[in-house]
């Protein structure tokens, strides 16, 4: 079965500074999606970056980039410029072959002015 | 973005009755659906995967008798809990599968508070 690691519970960062959210999975699929969804306090999930696992491209998305070592299993999102909007619960996910998204514990990301 | 619509957003019922959910993809057939449940602080729990048109397939441990999930049409999804309990009190969370992207939307989540 898949499974997806958040390490760190919380992480802080002062706003305009940049900050990385570490993820790492383990698969045996060869073909799958992983994603950075963003839960503010209203509880909605907002999908931030997708990744395809065929695409040694990191994908960007305005101030969010990601970092996939396909290799190492690793999917980390950096968010520059950090602004107080940013301030979320941020979870990485899975998508393989069942369409199914498998998610990691979750990372509380706050940003000080 | 593509937009799934969720519907109560709140709503609190009295132990034993009966609550539905739903959820809508507006703007895209989603053959697939899935319901997740909340705790605070916590991730997301994945109750059920919900296909149009046939039974959902439910996660150890989620009782379907109670969880009932309705995938009637390619745009609407329903979670009834049923003879609800205050333990059943949680956020409530679905998703829609859309191939055009290969991508997951979520609804706004629903609060069922039992009392």
């Known amino acids: 079965a898949q499974t997806v690691t958040q390490s760190q519970p919380e992480m802080s960062v002062q706003e305009a500074e940049t900050v990385t959210l570490s993820c790492t999975y383990d698969?045996?699929?060869?073909?799958?999606?992983l994603f950075w969804y963003k839960q503010p306090p209203s509880r909605q999930m907002i999908l931030v970056i997708r990744?395809?696992?065929?695409?040694?491209q990191n994908a960007t998305e305005n101030r969010f980039s990601v970092n996939f070592q396909k290799a190492a299993k690793s999917f980390s999102l950096k968010i520059s410029d950090s602004q107080l909007g940013d301030a979320a619960m941020y979870f990485c996910?899975?998508?393989?072959?069942?369409?199914?998204?498998?998610f990691g514990a979750g990372t509380i990301l706050r940003v000080k002015s | 973005g593509a937009v799934v619509s969720q519907h109560p957003s709140r709503v609190i019922c009295k132990s034993g009755t009966s609550v539905k959910i739903e959820c809508r993809s507006l703007?895209?057939?989603?053959?697939?659906m899935f319901w997740y449940r909340q705790f605070p602080k916590q991730s997301l729990m994945l109750m059920a995967t919900?296909?149009?048109?046939?039974?959902?397939?439910?996660e150890q441990g989620v009782e379907k008798d109670k969880f009932l999930i309705n995938h009637a049409s390619l745009t609407l999804s329903t979670l009834t809990v049923t003879s609800a309990h205050p333990e059943d009190s949680s956020f409530y969370i679905c998703?829609?599968?859309?191939?055009?992207?290969?991508?997951?939307?979520f609804g706004e989540g629903s609060w069922l508070t039992v009392v």
């Open positions: 996910a899975y998508k393989g072959y069942g369409n199914k998204l498998v």
């Open positions: 919900s296909n149009e048109g046939s039974k959902a397939t439910y």
């Open positions: 998703s829609a599968y859309t191939s055009s992207g290969n991508t997951i939307y």
């Open positions: 990744q395809e696992a065929y695409k040694q």
């Open positions: 703007d895209f057939q989603a053959t697939t």
């Open positions: 698969t045996s699929e060869s073909d799958y999606y």
